[in-house]
């Protein structure tokens, strides 16, 4: 009956190589969902081991910098401040420079989340890349956001919402600089406002 012995210990044996297999996934997850979506940092303009894909503004060296990016699949467009990609993998990750500060906040403003949100959309569909985060640099702080799909719900929720009043023609529209600045819909589906409003610099974080 050694053979039945022997049976006995491979099923064993493999049962055990699955526990620790299903151990090790639900750790991973756990680890996965347990970290913050959002982290603010201190700010900083460079990030190590990625080079510069694109810039939304036009350079000699390379025709694509300052080009309207557009998403056929989401109908959005844009120009983020810049994209980079890893040199290693070949991920990007958008970034958006604020003029203003965030001072002692804990999150963005929400307005700055829908845009870095509505570019993680664009990039994915132009670039056939997803982002995994993006970083919001403010003149003290900076965020980085993780490309999650409650994000990717939010932003198309608040597009979603910004088409139907559009539609309905439910207020009249007054396009301003410190109205339009901030919001996801300025330069991606919003006609009434321009990708550049012209105004003056936030100096909220400049000392008395």
């Not at 012995?5 to 680890?31: E, M, P, W, Y």
């Not at 529209?173 to 819909?185: L, Y």
């Not at 991606?188 to 003056?200: A, K, M, R």
């Amino acid at each position: 009956m050694e053979w039945v012995k022997t049976i006995g210990n491979s099923i064993c044996t493999a049962d055990l190589v699955l526990l620790c297999v299903a151990v090790l996934l639900v750790v991973l997850l756990c680890i996965r969902h347990g970290r913050p979506a959002l982290k603010k940092l201190t700010a900083r303009d460079d990030i190590p081991g990625y080079a510069l894909l694109y810039a939304d503004r036009k350079q000699d060296k390379n025709e694509d910098f300052g080009r309207l990016l557009y998403s056929a699949k989401y109908d959005l467009q844009g120009r983020p401040d810049y994209v980079f990609c890893s040199r290693l993998l070949g991920r990007i990750v958008p970034v958006e420079l604020k003029s203003g500060c965030i001072g002692e906040a804990e999150e963005p403003h929400h307005g700055d989340f829908l845009q870095l949100a509505a570019y993680f959309l664009i990039l994915e569909d132009v670039y056939g890349k997803r982002p995994a985060y993006g970083r919001l640099v403010y003149r003290d702080y900076m965020f980085e956001i993780k490309n999650t799909a409650r994000v990717r719900r939010e932003v198309l929720k608040a597009v979603q919402e910004m088409r139907q009043m559009l539609r309905d023609g439910i207020a009249e529209p007054k396009p301003s600089f410190a109205h339009c600045r901030p919001c996801v819909c300025n330069g991606t589906v919003c006609q009434f406002s321009e990708t550049e409003i012209e105004g003056v610099n936030d100096d909220s974080c400049r000392e008395e």
